[in-house]
């Protein structure tokens, strides 16, 4: 596969992660909760595993599912409910400062954090030398994070601020767990090819567990927050065609949602390790830039009597 494919794969997984959350934006904050549930069934259990049987056969499936080794499954399955976790905090970071801070500043943390954990696990190799794109991916979250503190000097009505941040900080460091994840699953993965799986859809399966993983928290989280808020609502009292609507933008979400981890998947399966890192700083990096492109077009920022502030796209 040549360059210009592998790079237009890197732009549309990068285009389609920062893009996620903008169907959710209009959710009033009482029904987020369930919206949000709706998005991770359709993210983390739907899609997985279509795109698994759309990519392997099922007897050579049943074959893998039936020898693969328990505790790499059950590993996978933990290093993705620490993603979870760090993705729960993501969508409740994004709910109260935005899509152009609240991702900007957690796709930031998590570049730079899989960028120099990775090699430690053996992930990626890492050249000695200082290489441009490394650079490129420094400056970019340089800009972001100078830009998000200049934003703060200038507003003052985003509620429980640093609360925000540290689920932001919290939701880029934890996210490392998909890289963890997929370094557990390398033997799922030799598994696939070894059963006549296409090496290019090697690590679908190990992405469908690590995203089951990852459903577990937010699964736990959303029905206990959506019961508690709901607790005594009969569904006389929902707005049906209102609710419908919103049901189908998080489905378009859910799918926007997977669609970065699909690709960033047959990335890992395509290019040779040593070229890897240039991968990862070039899909953090445009994720960077179009959330806060998203920001700008989104008017999340806008000046009101001379102060520049946050357009408040939600309450907490």
Known sequence: MDLITVIAMITFGSLSASSFYVPLKYIKAGQWEVYWLALSIVTCILLPWTFILMSAPANHLRVVLNVIPYSNVLSTIFWGAIWGVGGLFLGLSIKRLGIGLGQSLVVGIWGIWGLFFSPLLGEININPHVDPFFALLIILISMAAIGSIGYLNYQ?????????????????????????????????????????????????????????????????????????????????????????????????????????????????????????????????????????????????????????????????
Request: aromatic letters at 14%; charged letters at 10%; glycine letters at 10%.
């Open 156 to 316: 003052s009505r985003i509620p429980k601020i640093g609360k925000a941040f540290l689920l932001a900080v919290g939701a880029g460091l934890m996210s490392v767990g998909m890289n963890i994840g997929y370094v557990a699953g390398i033997p799922i993965d030799h598994k696939m090819v070894e059963y006549g799986v296409n090496p290019l859809f090697q690590s679908t399966l190990t992405l469908a567990f690590i995203l089951l993983g990852g459903f577990i928290p937010n699964a736990i989280y959303c029905l206990i927050v959506s019961l508690k808020n709901q607790a005594g609502q009969s569904p006389a009292s929902i707005n049906y065609p209102s609710f419908l609507e919103r049901l189908l933008m998080t489905l378009i979400a859910g799918g926007l949602w997977y669609l970065p981890f699909y690709f960033l998947g047959l990335g890992k399966n395509i290019l040779p390790l040593s070229s890897q890192p240039y991968a990862w700083s070039l899909w953090i990096g445009l994720q960077v830039i179009f959330a806060i492109i998203w920001g700008i077009l989104l008017l999340e920022p806008k000046v009101k009597r001379g102060n520049f502030r946050f357009k408040q796209l939600h309450r907490a």
